[in-house]
């Protein structure tokens, strides 16, 4: 019912090959493919290109489509995650412009999904960065729609080093936030790439979501997330979020992971479900990392039928 993949991300060394290679060894059906520009990474896990998208030619296409099956691996969807509601306008232009070329990519690709963050200036209220997106976002879905693709927008809220504070630096935290941005964009290519750890620290419910924007389910994010209750009673919950939190791999943290599956076969989700690994304690090598991925992978296959 579900094909498991992997995020790219976490193979930022590796070559497009290399991500699609291990895939194929490691029983994996599908990759979500970093196309970050390339250049100088802005934080971790940022600035990863496995996908070029500014200099995609025709025979590129055609090469990726041939390894692809080649190896009977498919692309879930095409990742690139900035900050579009940034203050400085410019900036913004060259995100949201990235974000268009990436969207015609994945038509070129045939790649329905392309998964992003809203974004957020951190210094501004929720309602101040709404006017920003009802200005800036309608026209990239309007694009999006046009090419015939989804939107995946994920749900971290980008609020873990002392720069991101207060706000964070994604708006669509919430699914309060979530239902107020679908209704003034309701276009059915606009939802979500949901991962239910960034519900598990800010101590929400990580499975009701999936029943209450089922429609809006393009794309899932299998990550954990480990609140540590003792730490969150010294410091409370106007310290920075890492101080009481870790994200984990799936099975190691405080996602029921059974009522998730659950509840996305009781939607009848049928599409990739990709492992995203950010936990720190398989970082130190690239062994740890390859680990990391199949660690997790062995403890999902109890759900992947």
Sequence with gaps: ??????VSAIL????????????????????????????KAERRYAGVTHIDVNALTKNDVAYIKDYLQQKNIYISGLGYYPNPLVADTAQAKVFLDHIKKIIKAATLLNIPVVNTFIGRDHTKSIDDNFKV???????????????GINIGIENCPMYFTKDEWPGGKNLAISPAIWARMFEAL?????????????????????????YDFKDRMHHIHLKDAKLYKNKLDKVGIMAHPLEYHSPKLPGLGDVKWNNFFTALTDIRYK??????VEDKAFEGSAASIEKAILTARNYLTQFIA
């Design 133 to 147: 997106f009802l200005k800036r976002w309608p026209a990239i879905i309007k694009f999006a729609e046009d090419n």
């Design 186 to 210: 309701p276009s059915k290519n606009f939802g979500l790439n949901y991962d239910p750890s960034h519900m598990i620290w800010q101590q929400m419910d990580p499975i009701q979501p999936i």
């Design 12 to 39: 930022a060394d590796n070559s497009f090959e290399e991500v699609v290679d291990f895939a194929a060894i490691n029983d994996f059906k599908c990759v979500e493919m970093m196309c970050w520009p390339k250049g």
């Design 1 to 6: 019912m579900f094909d498991l993949g992997f």
């Design 271 to 276: 599409g990739p479900v990709c492992i995203e």
